[in-house]
Nanobody, 121 residues
Framework: QVQLVESGGGLVQAGGSLTLSCAASGRTFSRSAMGWFRQAPGKEREFVGG????????RYADFVKGRFTASRDNAKNMVYLQLNSLEPEDTAVYYC??????????????WGQGTQVTVSS
C-alpha cells in the first residue's frame, strides 16, 4: 500500500520560512514525478511545484516567484518543499503527490493527507 506522509507545516509570520517533508512508502518514486499542491479554505486545490524523478528538474506555479524550492532524496524516498518569504496568501493545506509517470505536469495518483501552513501578517 502506497503512503505519502507530509510533515513540517505550522504557524509562521509573514516573511518566514518552513520546510515541508514528504515520506513515501509502499513503492519507490525514484523515476516518478513528485508534486506539491495546496488548498486554501474556499478555494480549489492548486499545483505549487513538482520535481522529476530521473532528472531532478523542477517546475513551479507562477505565484511561487522563486520563493519555494522542491527537492528530493531518492535514496530515502523523500521529497521536500522549502518555503521562503511566506505571505499570508500562502496559508493553505499543502499536499504531497506522487505520479506513475515522470511528467511533473502530468497526473498524480497518490496523495498524502496534507499539512497545514498558516502565515500570519
Amino acid at each position: 500500500q502506497v503512503q505519502l506522509v507530509e510533515s513540517g507545516g505550522g504557524l509562521v509570520q509573514a516573511g518566514g520560512s518552513l520546510t515541508l517533508s514528504c515520506a513515501a512508502s509502499g513503492r519507490t518514486f525514484s523515476r516518478s514525478a513528485m508534486g506539491w499542491f495546496r488548498q486554501a479554505p474556499g478555494k480549489e486545490r492548486e499545483f505549487v511545484g513538482g520535481i522529476s524523478g530521473s532528472s531532478g528538474r523542477t517546475r513551479y506555479a507562477d505565484f511561487v516567484k522563486g520563493r519555494f524550492t522542491a527537492s528530493r532524496d531518492n535514496a530515502k524516498n523523500m521529497v521536500y518543499l522549502q518555503l521562503n518569504s511566506l505571505e499570508p496568501e500562502d496559508t493553505a493545506v499543502y499536499y504531497c503527490a506522487g505520479s506513475n509517470t515522470d511528467y511533473v505536469t502530468g497526473t498524480y495518483v497518490y496523495w498524502g493527507q496534507g499539512t497545514q501552513v498558516t502565515v500570519s501578517s
